[in-house]
């Protein structure tokens, strides 16, 4: 059985230190059905690969780009980090109190 990463005490993007973490899946789950991801990635690595992101930064994540960009192209913490506007809003939120939660527009 696949061994799912353990969750951090803190958002594993902006290293705050928030309760309810959600785990970000770096391959989407509906792609790992496409030929073209299932060519690329094994089963396990779709599968395990995660980060365990606070609210703000996995909204910020799905607004940078579709879940298809990010299946293909940032499928890592790094990859992900190259996105200036992810990037972006990591640096600013990450001087912001655990609880703190931006506004939507």
């Keep these: 059985?696949?061994?799912?990463p353990p969750q951090p005490d803190d958002c594993e993007l902006c290293?705050?230190?928030?309760a309810g973490l959600t785990r970000h899946h770096l391959i989407p789950?509906?792609?790992h059905r496409k030929k073209r991801f299932q060519?690329?990635?094994s089963k396990e690595d779709m599968i395990t690969r995660t980060l365990w992101v606070c609210r703000p930064c996995?909204?910020?994540?799905h607004k940078a780009c579709s879940e298809y960009e990010l299946g293909l192209y940032y499928n890592s913490r790094d990859k992900l980090m190259e996105l200036e506007e992810l990037r972006g809003f990591v640096e600013w939120i990450r001087e912001k109190p655990a609880?703190?939660?931006?506004?939507?527009h």
């Excluded at 609880?99 to 939507?104: A, D, E, N």
Aim: cysteine-free.
């Design 1 to 4: 059985m696949l061994k799912l």
């Design 15 to 18: 290293q705050r230190p928030v």
């Design 29 to 31: 789950k509906h792609l």
């Design 39 to 41: 060519k690329l990635f």
């Design 58 to 61: 996995h909204n910020a994540i």
């Design 99 to 104: 609880g703190f939660v931006p506004k939507v």
